[in-house]
């Protein structure tokens, strides 16, 4: 990599006076920042078409305080092709991501899970929900949000298959003969564990949990990139209704 350069993808942007751009970032060594392009919205300018979501770039930038100045832009390689259902859940991912890290905090691991979650939402066919579970989750692990799946938060036995757990925040999950939306079964928590779900159930499940475990993330604010897919959804299907981490 070109020296001074970093990696990065832009997360969102938008207009900011008639031909500038304000960005959203995330970068490989600098985390989420915010930069501002100066004329990039202009005719003549030739970062009008990199400065894309889901486009890798190489990004250098100066200045001081919270919006610093981004000095050169080049696209490492065409955009990813991510369109219909994956391109819905590409936009979710990058609004969580907006909406839940700091400004310039260090998260060279977690570029990498969200580089490889982009590039298996590209080359899908099928449902993103299993490639956003295991996003949400390792997302969950950058935060320092440290959960023990396997074994009970009240007697430290591991969990059972046919045993039900209740959600606890803070302190884990802990055998109940309650059942509700904070209730999981022992091969649910196995399988969050391990980051595979065999079926339909476990699926569902991971969907549940990382939609309670991101919440005091996220705040009260609905995501936009929901309410898009809900629209988007209609459209295509009335019945149709999945969204990349709606209520069940």
């Known amino acids: 990599m070109i020296d001074g350069w970093q990696r990065a993808f832009v997360l969102h942007g938008r207009p900011y006076s008639e031909t500038s751009l304000l960005l959203d970032l995330f970068t490989e060594s600098h985390g989420r920042i915010k930069l501002l392009a100066k004329g990039a919205r202009s005719r003549r300018s030739q970062l009008k ?7 890798p770039l190489l990004v250098r930038w100066g200045g001081k ?9 080049e696209a490492v390689s065409l955009s990813l092709p991510l369109s219909g259902l994956s391109l819905y859940s ?13 400004d310039e905090t260090p998260y060279s691991s977690l570029f990498f899970d969200y580089l490889e979650c982009i590039q298996s939402l590209a080359g899908l066919s099928g449902s993103p929900e299993m490639v956003l579970r295991r996003f949400e989750l390792a997302l969950l692990g950058h ?16 969990v059972s298959d046919s045993m039900t757990y209740r959600y606890r925040q803070e302190k884990g999950f802990i055998a109940s003969l309650v059942v509700d939306h904070l209730t999981f079964t022992g091969r649910d928590l196995v399988a969050l564990a391990e980051r595979t779900f065999p079926d339909a159930d476990t699926l569902r499940a991971a969907k549940r ?6 919440k005091p993330y996220l705040g009260g604010k609905p995501l936009k990139s929901r309410e898009l897919f809900r629209q988007f959804s209609v459209k295509k299907s009335p019945n149709l209704m999945v969204l990349p981490n709606d209520s069940e």
Request: proline share 4%; aromatic share 10%; glycine share 18%.
């Open 90 to 102: 590409g936009l979710y991912v990058n609004e969580v991501l907006s909406r839940v890290l700091e």
């Open 209 to 214: 949990f990382t939609r309670i475990a991101l």
């Open 49 to 55: 078409g990199c400065l894309q979501p889901f486009t």
């Open 143 to 158: 935060l320092g949000y440290g959960i023990d799946f396997l074994h009970c938060a009240g007697s430290g036995e591991p």
């Open 65 to 73: 305080g919270g919006v610093k100045t981004l000095r050169g832009a």
